[in-house]
């Protein structure tokens, strides 16, 4: 998402014309954003970074989701993900995997992974909260990254306003582990025998 006066579309009450760019060439800054949405209480986070959306930077959102949230969530003991089929938080990657392995161990919460399967982003609640979001702040000149946070901030999804964090640290692409490395992780992930690419849960340290 691209910050700066650019032109996104949608309207805007004001007494005289809003003059924006018609091209998103040079922003002032680039926001990812990343979605955390609690289906029981609708409780929706999100969290725009400042770098790249690699898996060190998704599994960074859920540690920053749960150091504000496990007050609220205390009594699970098992937390369900509900995950799209991005390449950066993929079963398959192995620095993506050891976190979830690390933040099992960190927080003690059992976490099962599940994917949606390809073409079915619909089903997603995740995704309409992006859509909500964009119809939200179209019209709007996000100039600015706080100006960006203040609209994010005023949405609401079910009734609900969403929590918003932003996180800039920087993320580097490409981190993975060997095949040696990622034994130990491996070891720890459960697959489903039916559907082992799309369905797995972290197993406790002796079990």
Known sequence: ????DFSRGGSVRSAEPVKALDHDMSPEAVLVPAGIL???TNQLSIVFGT????????ADCLDLW????SGANAKIGRLQIDLDNGPEI??????FMKRMVEFSDRTGLEVELVYYPPYHSKYNLIERCWGILE???????LSTIETALSWAATMTWKGVRP?????DDVYER???LTEIEFRPFAERLLRSEKLPKWSLTTKSKTG
């Open 1 to 4: 998402m691209k910050i700066g």
């Open 38 to 40: 609690e289906v029981d």
């Open 51 to 58: 770098s790249r959306g690699t898996s060190d930077f998704m």
């Open 66 to 69: 749960w150091s504000k949230r």
């Open 90 to 95: 993929a079963s398959s990657r192995t620095q």
């Open 135 to 141: 119809q939200h702040w179209n019209g709007a000149l």
């Open 163 to 167: 929590l918003i964090h932003l996180l």
């Open 174 to 176: 490409g981190v993975k």
